[in-house]
């Protein structure tokens, strides 16, 4: 049976009773710093198919997980998400209301839908590690993603301990690409613990949802910052050097100073739900000058008085992040 299709009226009415609800119910819950918790008694911390475990923030309750289903003219909500919620039961509930999203990060399913994530982020930890062996246009793919939803990039090459002399320089050569342009960089161990305090103080006070390829140690990263978590760690698949998946739902976890949102691992990071004419956004060296083109439909190829051609030239924008922005393009408009 189809699902009955809501009207222009009912749509606006059921956002209407949501707003109603966070309004109503402002004087009974835990007011918490930021805009967007103020009126909320729960945060969702991961969800399972059609459940989703709720963190209370009420303070009589404060930090109690309750298992809820939500209500059904509700839009999908994720990790992260602040809601409003009742309990139907001692250890169950029923969300009711979801409250504003200050961000929405997610990634794009195989036919180029976006498919959320998690809510309400600072920060992406994009996680690299020399095993499975990073690229550039992986990176750029994924910082592109990042930079469109008008989030903070923040690279971290984990495994450092396994680094020889061939894999050190290119990743050193690779990561001063970055560095020149303003992303922050840290290279540390989650085995030895080389870097972490860096990496701790750089994410205090913040929301990071950690995004990577499989195998490069994203749960081992997590357990070395929070030593009193015990995230499930697999190994490299035999033969491929491509890791194997642990993570399967996107999960909020306290850590000391900020927290940390593990999201399952991703081989690939597709751009199809971006238009080809938004791409050039997510370069943050290249998006400030494509209105100082001689021409307003420039290409950035053979056009005369290009002023990405010019900076290219003139050691402004590294030639293979160009070569990275062209390759993405080809793919979006072939898709």
């Known amino acids: 049976m189809n699902k009955r299709r809501l009207s222009i009226q009912q749509q606006t009415r059921i956002a209407e009773n949501q707003q109603r609800e966070l309004q109503v119910n402002s004087d009974s819950f835990v007011d918490q710093s930021g805009p967007t918790a103020q009126n909320c008694n729960g945060r969702v911390i991961s969800h399972y198919g059609q459940q989703l475990d709720v963190e209370s923030l009420q303070n009589d309750q404060r930090g109690r997980l309750i298992r809820c289903h939500q209500r059904s003219n509700l839009p999908q909500l994720v990790t992260g998400d602040l809601v409003i919620w009742e309990a139907d039961g001692e250890d169950t509930g029923v969300i009711t209301a979801l409250g504003h999203r200050s961000s929405l990060f997610g990634r794009p399913t195989a036919v180029s839908e976006f498919k959320p994530v998690a809510a309400n982020i600072d920060r992406v930890l994009v996680v690299i590690a020399p095993i499975p062996e990073p690229f550039m246009n992986l990176i750029d793919r994924y910082l592109v993603g990042i930079e469109c939803l008008g989030?903070?990039?923040?690279?971290?090459?984990?495994?450092?301990?396994?680094?020889?002399?061939?894999?050190?320089?290119?990743?050193?050569?690779?990561?001063?690409?970055?560095?020149?342009?303003?992303?922050?960089?840290?290279?540390?161990?989650?085995?030895?613990?080389?870097?972490?305090?860096?990496?701790?103080?750089?994410?205090?006070?913040?929301?990071?949802?950690?995004?990577?390829?499989?195998?490069?140690?994203?749960?081992?990263?997590?357990?070395?910052?929070?030593?009193?978590?015990?995230?499930?760690?697999?190994?490299?698949?035999?033969?491929?050097?491509?890791?194997?998946?642990?993570?399967?739902?996107?999960?909020?976890?306290?850590?000391?100073?900020?927290?940390?949102?593990?999201?399952?691992?991703?081989?690939?990071?597709?751009?199809?739900?971006?238009?080809?004419?938004?791409?050039?956004?997510?370069?943050?060296?290249?998006?400030?000058?494509?209105?100082?083109?001689?021409?307003?439909?420039?290409?950035?190829?053979?056009?005369?008085?290009?002023?990405?051609?010019?900076?290219?030239?003139?050691?402004?924008?590294?030639?293979?992040?160009?070569?990275?922005?062209?390759?993405?393009?080809?793919?979006?408009?072939?898709?």
């Open 151 to 335: 989030l903070k990039p923040l690279l971290v090459l984990n495994k450092v301990d396994v680094l020889n002399s061939t894999n050190s320089n290119y990743l050193d050569s690779m990561l001063s690409k970055y560095e020149v342009i303003g992303y922050p960089v840290f290279r540390v161990s989650a085995q030895t613990g080389l870097g972490l305090s860096d990496l701790e103080a750089a994410l205090a006070e913040e929301t990071t949802i950690l995004v990577g390829q499989s195998g490069v140690g994203k749960s081992s990263l997590i357990n070395s910052l929070g030593p009193d978590i015990d995230t499930e760690v697999g190994a490299l698949s035999q033969g491929k050097a491509k890791g194997t998946h642990t993570t399967t739902t996107a999960k909020l976890i306290h850590l000391s100073t900020f927290d940390l949102v593990d999201s399952p691992g991703i081989r690939e990071f597709s751009l199809g739900h971006i238009e080809p004419d938004r791409l050039i956004e997510g370069f943050v060296e290249m998006r400030s000058l494509t209105g100082n083109c001689k021409f307003r439909d420039c290409a950035h190829q053979s056009e005369p008085d290009c002023a990405i051609q010019e900076a290219v030239a003139n050691g402004q924008i590294n030639p293979q992040r160009l070569e990275s922005y062209f390759q993405i393009l080809q793919t979006l408009q072939n898709t």
